[in-house]
T-cell receptor, first 117, second 112 residues
């Protein structure tokens, strides 16, 4: 059974800092890994998707890396801004039983990020 | 391009009643999945449909069921509601080729 852990559970930083959010998973047989942000009372917004064959993805100030062998992914946010304040969630899509397609999705508990001016 | 649309956005029910939630995926997306989000348990996978067939199922009791129609729209139903079913129910759609999920705003269910 896939288990996903996110560290830290909460993080408070001053504006302008670079920061790293961590996600670890127990089963390396994954199809892909996706990072989301969620604002209070809202749905999830996709940030970055990393396929199992990829090592990293970048979008603007965000960079996500994937190391399947160690069961880890990191989300790097450069030059943080107050608008980045949200809960960040990591979701791991496992392979199906036959290893041929995608299976279930497992979410971490999230990291609550607060960026203060 | 319209995003994932969920209806209703908010609803209040009493114990023992049943509820049906609806999800319209992004045009062209044939995969739809459902999730329950609560403060205590976080986000938990309910089930996933592709081309009207359930592909994956989470660990929820049989009171939770779903279906997908030929136009890819999906519904989930919860029967005999319990207080613990109060949650934000999120729907996501994806292209099978990439598996990237796009979420709706959710349906917030309160059971009294």
């Amino acid at each position: 059974k896939q288990e996903v852990t996110q560290i830290p559970a909460a993080l408070s930083v001053p504006e302008g800092e670079n920061l790293v959010l961590n996600c670890s998973f127990t089963d390396s047989a994954i199809y892909n890994l996706q990072w989301f942000r969620q604002d209070p009372g809202k749905g999830l917004t996709s940030l970055l998707l990393i396929q199992s064959s990829q090592r990293e993805q970048t979008s603007g100030r965000l960079n996500a890396s994937l190391d399947k062998s160690s069961g880890r992914s990191t989300l790097y946010i450069a030059a943080s801004q107050p608008g980045d304040s949200a809960t960040y969630l990591c979701a791991v899509r496992s392979l199906n039983a036959g290893g041929t397609s995608y299976g279930k999705l497992t979410f971490g508990q999230g990291t609550i990020l607060t960026v203060h001016p | 391009k319209a995003g994932v649309t969920q209806t209703p956005r908010y609803l209040i029910k009493t114990r023992g009643q049943q509820v049906t939630l609806s999800c319209s995926p992004i045009s062209g997306h044939r995969s739809v999945s459902w999730y329950q989000q609560t403060p205590g348990q976080g986000l938990q996978f309910l089930f996933e449909y592709f081309s009207e067939t359930q592909r994956n199922k989470g660990n929820f009791p049989g009171r939770f069921s779903g279906r997908q129609f030929s136009n890819s729209r999906s519904e989930m139903n919860v029967s005999t509601l319990e207080l613990g079913d109060s949650a934000l129910y999120l729907c996501a759609s994806s292209l099978k080729s990439t598996g990237e999920l796009f979420f709706g705003e959710g349906s917030r269910l309160t059971v009294l």
